[in-house]
């Protein structure tokens, strides 16, 4: 059974830093993973979609990589900024489960102090 | 472009009660319908799937159900509400392709009283 995990499961930094936010998954058989952002009591916003076939994705300020191999990926936040507070989540869709579904990590809650 | 909408934003029901929250997805056909449930201070889980009309899969043993009486839209109800049922419900939906990523409804905060 996939099992994600997500370190550290809370973070706080000043504004203006770098950040990465770690993802481990179990098990390697995967199509994607996705990164997501969840504002309080809100919704998921997808940020960044990886194949696996793929070693990362670009969004702005926002850069994610996938290492398939070592069942790692890692969320990289340019000059962060107060806005960017908020839980951030991965999750991977793997292929021996039924139905192809997402696996969801705990999460991480980032706040960017001003 | 495609959506998906979801409805209550919110909604305070007593034990006991019925519910039914409801998702649609437009500008798309043939999608995958979830619902997932968020309660406080844990992570997703995976309540229902849908891959097509009337075929409907379940997770967890609940006191829940789902239908999908059209393409593009997936119930959730219940028929006697529990304290337990309480939390945040948030539909999804992903192309039938599995390279593709899911996108997610705005939820919808259940309280059970």
């Known amino acids: 059974k996939q099992e994600v995990t997500q370190i550290p499961a809370a973070l706080s930094v000043p504004e203006g830093e770098n950040l990465v936010l770690n993802c481990s998954f179990t098990?390697?058989?995967?199509?994607?993973l996705q990164w997501f952002r969840q504002d309080p009591g809100k919704g998921l916003t997808s940020l960044l979609l990886i194949q696996s076939s793929q070693r990362e994705q670009t969004s702005g300020r926002l850069n994610a990589s996938l290492d398939k191999s070592s069942g790692r990926s890692t969320l990289y936040i340019a000059a962060s900024q107060p806005g960017d507070s908020a839980t951030y989540l991965c999750?991977?869709?793997?292929?021996?489960?039924?139905?192809?579904?997402?696996?969801f990590g705990g999460g991480t809650r980032l706040m960017v102090k001003p | 472009s495609q959506t998906i909408h979801q409805w209550p934003a919110t909604l305070v029901q007593p034990v006991g009660s019925p519910l039914s929250l409801e998702c649609t997805v437009e500008?798309?056909?043939?999608?995958?319908l979830y619902w997932y449930r968020q309660a406080a201070g844990r992570g997703l889980q995976l309540l229902f799937y849908s891959v097509g009309i009337g075929q409907i899969s379940s997770e967890v043993p609940q006191n829940l159900s789902a239908s999908r009486p059209q393409d593009r839209q997936f119930i959730l109800s219940s028929k006697k509400l529990l304290l337990s049922d309480s939390g945040f419900y948030l539909c999804?939906?992903?192309?039938?392709?599995?390279?593709?990523?899911?996108?997610f409804g705005s939820g919808t905060r259940l309280t059970v009283v």
């Open positions: 500008g798309t056909s043939n999608p995958n």
């Open positions: 999804a939906w992903s192309p039938l392709r599995e390279n593709y990523g899911y996108t």
């Open positions: 098990d390697s058989a995967i199509y994607n």
């Open positions: 999750a991977v869709r793997g292929f021996n489960n039924a139905g192809n579904m997402l696996t």
